[in-house]
């Protein structure tokens, strides 16, 4: 009989760390994954996306950069060497991932499985019509592409005419003509992609505005951005059919047929929690999503629940945080979530990144807040690698509790930036003590210190 400490489902970011860690612990752990170790993360979201966007800001460096006196001649965009080179650096990384397994010891079962309910006192999974029985399980088995009841779409899925983030990420050739229906953060980072190397980009939104709870003025920079790319946004826009070669929208003007060559998909995810056998535990549920609490232990002893699949904070760093705060809680050590610091980063060009609430959502919640917003130019830095650019940061403070509650930067380097701000969401210290922290001259992260003295 195959008896673990740990039984892990899913081996995505919030999969792999916790079994990582629970072995580093002296946990003897057992981990399926049915596709590949890696999750969505490795394989069809982060990795591949950014390695797509960094080609695409390659191209741009070597096609717009006379005003820094480089001028290339005959650049030429090869999409279908991209997507090799993804697949090249996704192979690495996944294997990283199976290398980290085996120096752990952990025991990785590449198939599908199913929970069981209990016997003798123990969880039992099953996987290819064996049997495997652990003392506590994590589930880690992550999120699915929502795919709505919208006419056509099945039928363009199966033709190929719609995609999602996973078989875009394989397509060898460039559209002429992409629709991308959701401007999310999915949404944007692919037409940052496309409408950076020439594919004409038409994003429809639902909402009278793109990327969800972002900070709207850093909303109306992208938004300026991409038009330059000739990117254009129907906004407040509700799909209604799909037939090939058109996507069928309405928006105030009355209905529109808006003809291309590929529709991007990207309306958000969901929890991945059917068919894994969590009735079987009587695991609570909420509208697809495993209920954890701030220990990420769910309603039933020793089930902990990590990642999107628990549908809190659907990025792989809360996966990893939360990973290893389920893995403290099993191994009898102190240690909770908090989800108000965790940032989080829209890889488009120019970058935008953001940790807490902005000046709208702290009012909502009835704090007394205080913004200020600095632009980037302020940096030195910025203002010799960026012509004209547009960035700035907002700082949002609390001022009963003369502390930090959001900030909001849009511009280069904003994702590298944003970790500062989350600690000093985090470690809540007043902007006094925050003044004394020394940054590196030149960096664009100055910025954050012209705001800090802003408050
Ligand atoms: P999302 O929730 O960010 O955006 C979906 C958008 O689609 C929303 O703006 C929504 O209003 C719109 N929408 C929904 N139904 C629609 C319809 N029928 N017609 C038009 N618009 C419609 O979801 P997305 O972009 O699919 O991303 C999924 C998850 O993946 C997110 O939770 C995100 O956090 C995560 N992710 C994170 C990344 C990062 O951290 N850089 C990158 C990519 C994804």
Not at 145 to 165: H, L, Q, R
Not at 229 to 247: C, D, Q, W
Request: aromatic content about 6%; proline content about 4%.
């Amino acid at each position: 009989m195959d008896v673990f400490d740990l039984i892990v489902i899913g081996g995505g970011p919030g999969g792999y760390l916790a079994a990582e860690r629970a072995a580093q612990g002296g946990l003897n752990v057992c981990l399926f994954e049915k596709r590949a170790l890696g999750g969505v993360c490795l394989n069809e979201g982060c990795i591949p996306t950014k390695t797509l966007l960094n080609s695409a800001k390659l191209y741009r460096h070597a096609t717009e950069s006379e005003a820094f006196g480089v001028t290339a001649g005959d650049v030429k965009f090869d999409h279908a060497q991209v997507i090799k080179r993804k697949a090249k650096v996704v192979k690495t990384l996944v294997s990283g991932v199976g290398m980290t397994m085996a120096a752990h010891k952990v025991n990785v079962v590449s198939a599908a499985c199913e929970i069981k309910g209990k016997e003798d006192g123990k969880f039992k999974v099953e996987a290819e019509g064996k049997a495997y029985y652990a003392n506590r399980l994590i589930i880690a088995a992550g999120s699915e592409a929502v795919v709505p009841p919208i006419p056509g779409v099945k039928e363009g899925v199966e033709s190929g005419f719609v995609t999602t983030n996973r078989e875009i990420l394989d397509m060898t050739e460039l559209p002429k003509t992409l629709a991308v229906i959701g401007g999310g953060v999915i949404g944007l980072e692919m037409a940052c992609y496309f409408a950076s190397v020439g594919v004409k980009v038409h994003v429809i939104e639902m909402m009278n505005k793109i990327a969800g709870p972002t900070d709207n003025d850093i909303c109306k920079v992208l938004m300026a951005e991409y038009a330059k790319r000739g990117m254009e946004f129907k906004l407040s826009a509700k799909v209604l059919s799909v037939k090939p070669g058109f996507v069928v929208y309405e928006d105030k003007d009355g209905q529109h047929e808006l003809a291309c060559d590929k529709i991007l998909l990207s309306v958000g995810r969901r929890a991945a929690t059917k068919g894994i056998g969590l009735e079987t535990l009587g695991v609570e549920m909420n509208r697809g999503a495993i209920v954890t609490d701030d220990k990420l232990m769910t309603n039933v002893p020793n089930v902990y629940a990590v990642g999107d699949c628990n549908g809190k904070l659907m990025l792989a760093h809360t996966a990893y945080r939360e990973a290893e705060v389920a893995v403290n809680n099993i191994l009898g050590k102190k240690d909770h979530i908090r989800y108000d610091s965790i940032p989080s980063v829209i890889y488009t060009d120019p970058e935008v990144a953001s940790v807490g609430d902005t000046k709208e959502q702290a009012e909502k919640k009835g704090l007394k807040v205080k913004e200020v917003n600095v632009p980037m130019m302020y940096a030195g830095r910025y203002v010799a690698e960026v012509d004209g650019g547009k960035g700035f940061c907002k700082i949002v403070l609390d001022t009963d509790k003369n502390r930090v509650v959001g900030v909001h930067i849009v511009g280069s380097y904003a994702s590298e930036m944003i970790l500062s701000a989350a600690m000093m969401v985090d470690t809540e210290l007043p902007p006094e003590r925050l003044k004394k922290f020394v940054f590196p001259h030149p960096t664009v992260c100055e910025v954050v210190r012209e705001a800090i003295f802003k408050l």
